[in-house]
């Protein structure tokens, strides 16, 4: 039987051949009909890994990104994308997630971008790149590997400045991608599809835009050769000097108070675990940096804070600042830059940012995973394993001491506010923490540090994404339904605080409903812009003079007071308003019975403002309506 298969698959064999010589080896007609159905099949799915096409413009891009492993491409509806979308469906592999807005459709790539590791593709309408730009900042920020479309006008009718003409439609994005390109010709489609993808895959990651005129893209006919993309990736495995290694060895071995800063660079590496490890060999504190990532496990007795937003603790003690993929910290990043008597070892695969504004030791460009890798083996080597123990316990308890000093500092400030109604923020987080699964991924968009401080963070807890190192407000709704779409199997939550929500987002609450994306949307939802109102209570002269003649010109949200729940009903989702403790437990337990039924669910938490001119509610009594001279 092997050897008619093999003939029926060299096709030196007939269908009828093939049945007629199995009818003679005894087979029955349904036995002979099961093995051509399965021949069949292994035939279709036997497809070379290069090819020839000839298809419509469109018809290119979707075998492109089915050769680059694409399964979900985010899109806002346009016509010029018809012959995309003729392509899409007639290849169900190509699964598309359409948004209502471009900014939505862009924080929904980089959500699965960031929650799968893997590039994600985002389709939007020409007219629509102005809308994309916040959020294409983010991703940009955040290294993101996006490969973005759009379509255009003809190129015959351009600099006319018609409909939907600019002079140059790749300008705009020029800050925020890696590469941009206009195909010019069709017969260079999948060239140019395959370069963007390569380079906004390859470390360190960013969006690439690719913008294709009518004509391009409605092409007819089009001749292609459709290779694998594995084919141009540029795989990196950046090794560390050896030198470099025993000299950083040295200097961890010998420091008195040293600090390792993490960043986004081990998180994207997978190295987060080998991170652990490192630090507890030595009993080496940890930092979490600059970062779209919760990179470090927070309830970790070596955790000592943030150097974003904020100043770990013995920072200004520090004598060796090892920097593991993030920013150096500075006063830009809402924080001190490391003391002039600590000796700095940067190690970074975005090797051009090291040194740009601090003296370094010791620069390392080399990959995270491979350099830490490589400490643990040298310091193994170097030192005994008696001094090792010296070393790590004597460092252990001030660091343990210090964790635990931390902790109760923070839950004493907790303490006068844990009851209160409205929520405290703090008594929120804590209650979701208890109610969430160990592995769930959450996507922070609110101000300030509670969740990292209420909520338990690390490689092997609940992750942490956002907020987005870019803070263009706008992101974590979308950025949850693509985070979803790339782990359908974890718990999915997105934390936003109420002036995020109304930036955009609404829009986003349509696509959840439509494609079943079932996560939770808590809005953290104090009537304010809490952090801006102290901002411009700080910085103003009125303020600092009489506080008491301050007033509050934009912060205040109320007035109306926006009902969420209300507002997702409206696109068929369900959803509760909350606003004492007691009432967090249970809102968690329908949200996850909602999700587990495969639906979005929404929790409209009133919590309570915090910080100057946080009671007051007076804003600027405007009414057109009252100004008015004719009541029409």
Not at 136 to 159: C, H, M, P, Q
Request: aromatic share 8%; glycine share 8%.
């Amino acid at each position: 039987m092997r050897e008619l298969i093999k003939k029926l698959l060299d096709q030196d064999l007939s269908r009828r051949e093939f049945a007629k010589s199995m009818l003679a080896l005894g087979f029955s007609a349904t036995a002979i009909e099961s093995v051509l159905s399965s021949v069949a099949n292994a035939a279709t799915s036997s497809k070379p890994e290069v090819f020839e096409m000839a298809g419509s413009g469109g018809e290119v891009v979707a075998e492109c990104l089915k050769a680059a492993g694409v399964e979900y491409v985010f899109d806002t509806n346009s016509t010029g994308q018809t012959s995309f979308y003729d392509a899409c469906s007639t290849r169900p592999e190509l699964n598309l997630i359409v948004a209502l807005q471009e900014g939505q459709a862009t924080s929904m790539a980089q959500g699965y971008e960031l929650a799968s590791g893997r590039l994600a593709a985002l389709f939007l309408g020409s007219i629509g790149i102005p809308n994309s730009l916040s959020n294409l900042y983010n991703a940009w920020k955040d290294r993101s590997s996006l490969i973005v479309f759009s379509d255009g006008g003809d190129t015959e009718t351009a600099g006319r400045d018609g409909f939907q003409q600019v002079d140059n439609w790749l300008q705009p994005t020029e800050q925020f991608t890696k590469w941009r390109w206009e195909i010019r010709h069709p017969e260079r489609i999948s060239e140019m599809v395959r370069r963007g993808i390569k380079l906004a895959g390859t470390p360190p990651g960013g969006p690439v835009y690719i913008r294709m005129p009518r004509e391009v893209l409605t092409a007819e006919d089009v001749e292609q050769t459709i290779y694998p993309q594995h084919k141009f990736d540029v795989p990196l495995q950046l090794e560390p000097r050896a030198e470099a290694i025993e000299e950083a060895t040295r200097l961890l071995l010998d420091a008195e108070s040293p600090l390792i800063n993490v960043g986004a660079e081990v998180t994207r590496a997978g190295a987060n675990a080998d991170l652990v490890e490192l630090a507890e060999l030595l009993s080496i504190r940890f930092a979490q940096g600059y970062s779209v990532f919760g990179d470090v496990p927070v309830r970790h007795p070596l955790y000592g804070g943030s150097t974003s937003m904020g100043f770990p603790s013995g920072f200004r003690q520090t004598d060796v600042f090892l920097n593991l993929g993030s920013p150096m910290p500075d006063p830009s990043i809402v924080t001190s830059p490391v003391s002039a008597d600590a000796t700095v070892i940067n190690v970074r695969v975005e090797y051009d940012k090291i040194a740009n504004i601090y003296p370094t030791n010791l620069a390392i460009a080399a990959g995270q995973k491979e350099t830490i890798r490589a400490l643990i083996d040298s310091i193994e080597a170097t030192a005994t394993r008696s001094q090792i123990r010296k070393i790590k316990s004597a460092r252990l308890a001030k660091a343990e001491e210090s964790y635990a000093a931390s902790r109760q500092r923070l839950e004493r400030r907790a303490q006068s506010v844990w009851d209160n109604v409205p929520l405290a923020t703090e008594r929120l987080c804590y209650e979701m923490d208890q109610a969430l699964e160990k592995d769930a991924i959450i996507l922070k968009e609110t101000g300030g540090n509670t969740p990292r401080n209420w909520m338990n963070f690390g490689p092997d807890e609940k992750q942490l994404i956002g907020q987005t190192t870019g803070y263009a407000l706008g992101w974590s709704c979308g950025a949850a339904m693509g985070a979803k779409i790339a782990q359908p199997d974890r718990q999915v939550v997105s934390l936003v605080g109420d002036g995020a929500m109304l930036f955009g987002q609404i829009e986003s609450l349509w696509t959840a409903s439509r494609y079943d994306i079932p996560i939770t949307i808590v809005v953290f939802n104090n009537r304010s812009y809490d952090g801006e109102r102290g901002r411009i209570h700080l910085f103003s002269k009125i303020a600092r003079k009489d506080k008491a003649s301050w007033k509050d010109m934009s912060c205040y949200l109320g007035s109306p007071d926006v009902d969420y729940v209300s507002i997702a009903k409206g696109f068929d989702i369900d959803g509760i308003q909350i606003s004492r403790p007691e009432e967090v437990a249970l809102a968690m337990q329908r949200a996850a019975a909602v999700n587990r039924e495969g639906r979005p669910y929404l929790i409209d938490a009133v919590v309570a403002r915090r910080g100057p001119g946080a009671e007051s509610t007076w804003h600027p009594e405007i009414s057109i309506a009252a100004r008015r001279s004719k009541l029409i």
